[in-house]
Antibody
Framework: QVQLVESGGGVVRPGRSLRLSCAASGFTFSKYAMHWVRQAPGKGLEWVAVISYDGSNKYYADFAKGRFTTSRDNSKNTFYLQMISLRDDDTAVYYC????????????????WGQGTLVTVSS | DIQMTQSPSSLSASVGDRVTITCRASQYISTSLNWYQQKSGQAPKLLIYSVSTLQSGVPSRFSGSGSGTHFTLTISSLRPEDFATYYCQQTYSVPSMNTFGQGTKLEI
């Protein structure tokens, strides 16, 4: 069955960096676009970034541009989110999400979600 | 950017009730509208995609309708496990920060 397992979350001070990973299994990872979606405590869902099936195209939410970088290693079935210059308002659960469409500019729906990893930015 | 607005933001209902949640898009989104359910402490789960297609395993008491800018999610007869937060999502104009609505919390 499809599994997405995030890791790398934790407590970090403002201005520092963190890299999240998402290990995928149970499907042909290299065929799917992958997204990061976050949820601040008690708040709604907020899209963060998308990467196309082959890693050639990436897009970011405005708040993530210049600070977050997503990448993937299809040989390892793993997907990453590198975050730098973290701010208090980046505190959230970060979900790794699968989109059946391989494209980063044409989305279908988010049919599989990881359990999420909590990032807490605090001094 | 397209804005997605759900109403109500919260809703109190009882087991057995018929419930409808509305999602409005600020611009035309055709039928590129999905619904998710999120239970407390869990990841969201895809319920319905392309307005009205039930994801595999989703009970038939859930249904979706609409087109253009106005969409609804209906639960025909609430069960205890349906109390959750529901989100709509547009995938017509992407990439977009505003892909999700703000959520509707369905409470007892």
């Amino acid at each position: 069955q499809v599994q997405l397992v995030e890791s790398g979350g934790g407590v970090v001070r403002p201005g520092r960096s963190l890299r999240l990973s998402c290990a995928a299994s149970g499907f042909t990872f290299s065929k799917y676009a992958m997204h990061w979606v976050r949820q601040a405590p008690g708040k709604g869902l907020e899209w963060v970034a998308v990467i196309s099936y082959d890693g050639s195209n990436k897009y970011y939410a405005d708040f993530a541009k210049g600070r977050f970088t997503t990448s993937r290693d299809n040989s390892k079935n793993t997907f990453y989110l590198q975050m730098i210059s973290l701010r208090d308002d980046d505190t959230a659960v970060y979900y790794c999400v699968r989109d059946p469409k391989g494209s980063s500019t044409s989305w279908m729906y988010f049919d599989s979600w990881g359990q999420g990893t909590l990032v807490t930015v605090s001094s | 950017d397209i804005q997605m607005t759900q109403s109500p933001s919260s809703l109190s209902a009882s087991v057995g009730d018929r419930v409808t949640i509305t999602c409005r898009a600020s611009q035309y989104i055709s039928t590129s509208l999905n619904w998710y359910q999120q239970k407390s402490g869990q990841a969201p789960k895809l319920l319905i995609y392309s307005v009205s297609t039930l994801q595999s395993g989703v009970p038939s008491r859930f249904s979706g309708s609409g087109s253009g800018t106005h969409f609804t999610l209906t639960i025909s007869s609430l069960r205890p496990e349906d109390f959750a937060t529901y989100y709509c999502q547009q995938t017509y104009s992407v990439p977009s920060m505003n892909t999700f609505g703000q959520g509707t919390k369905l409470e007892i």
